[in-house]
């Protein structure tokens, strides 16, 4: 059974642009969940969707954004990049309501913002 | 608001060592606990997930404890290798309406030598 996936793995942007991230979740898991990690503030959560529905969003600005499509799949959006932004973005799938199951990342996509 | 510290911050040992890596959170109100490793630049892969009316998991050389009442878990790897070297982090799940969000320590760096 393959994997959650993440595409691209790495992205290099300039300050301004904006960038769109994308999650496959492993096949029949219906919660994804989106993180940025740091070295400096470590793992924090951005949002969740379940059945194409935001149900939790973390304390990031409204530049970050995300959406689920009806197969499940995930894209999450970051306008107007700041240098900040550069970190390393891991989505998470589960099979049912997120809180219930055990979760499982993708290998993340490096955001480098210049 | 759910803060969840590991100690210790990095961890060297030689190879076949017994090893206690610790996780504590505030918020003893947790679903569930998780436990990831993650190699340098790469994504989370989960170890043991304890639900909260579990006491302790085990997977192989690893077994993982949740005490909720003094808000404690603790992973305990047996005859550590050097490919277990690697950064642990344990994660609380709330539950209820926060769904999917996992809160994150700052993780454990470990180290195992030849």
């Known amino acids: 059974k393959a994997g959650v996936t993440q595409t691209p793995r790495y992205l290099i942007k300039t300050r301004g642009q904006q960038v769109t991230l994308s999650c496959s979740p492993i096949?029949?898991?219906?919660?994804v969940s989106w993180y940025q990690q740091t070295p400096g503030q470590g793992l924090q959560f951005l949002f969740e969707y379940f059945s194409e529905t935001q149900r939790n969003k973390g304390n990031f600005p409204g530049r970050f954004s995300g959406r689920q499509f009806s197969n499940s799949r995930s894209e999450m959006n970051v306008s107007t990049l700041e240098l900040g932004d550069s970190a390393l973005y891991l989505c998470?799938?589960?099979?049912?309501?997120?809180?219930?199951?055990?979760?499982?990342f993708g290998p993340g996509t490096r955001l480098t913002v210049l | 608001k759910q803060e969840v510290t590991q100690i210790p911050a990095a961890l060297s040992v030689p190879e076949g060592e017994n090893l206690v890596l610790n996780c504590s959170f505030t918020?003893?109100?947790?679903?569930?606990l998780q436990w990831f490793r993650q190699d340098p630049g790469k994504g989370l892969t989960s170890l043991l997930l304890?639900?909260?009316?579990?006491r302790e998991q085990t997977s192989g050389r690893l077994n993982a404890s949740l005490d909720k009442s003094s808000g404690r878990s603790t992973l305990y790897i047996a005859a550590s290798q050097p490919g277990d070297s690697a950064t642990y982090l344990c994660a609380a799940n709330a539950g209820g309406t926060s769904y999917g969000k996992l809160t994150f320590g700052q993780g454990t760096i470990l180290t195992v030598h030849p």
């Open positions: 304890i639900q909260s009316s579990q």
């Open positions: 998470a799938s589960s099979l049912g309501e997120g809180f219930r199951n055990e979760q499982f």
């Open positions: 096949s029949g898991h219906r919660s």
């Open positions: 918020d003893s109100a947790i679903y569930n």
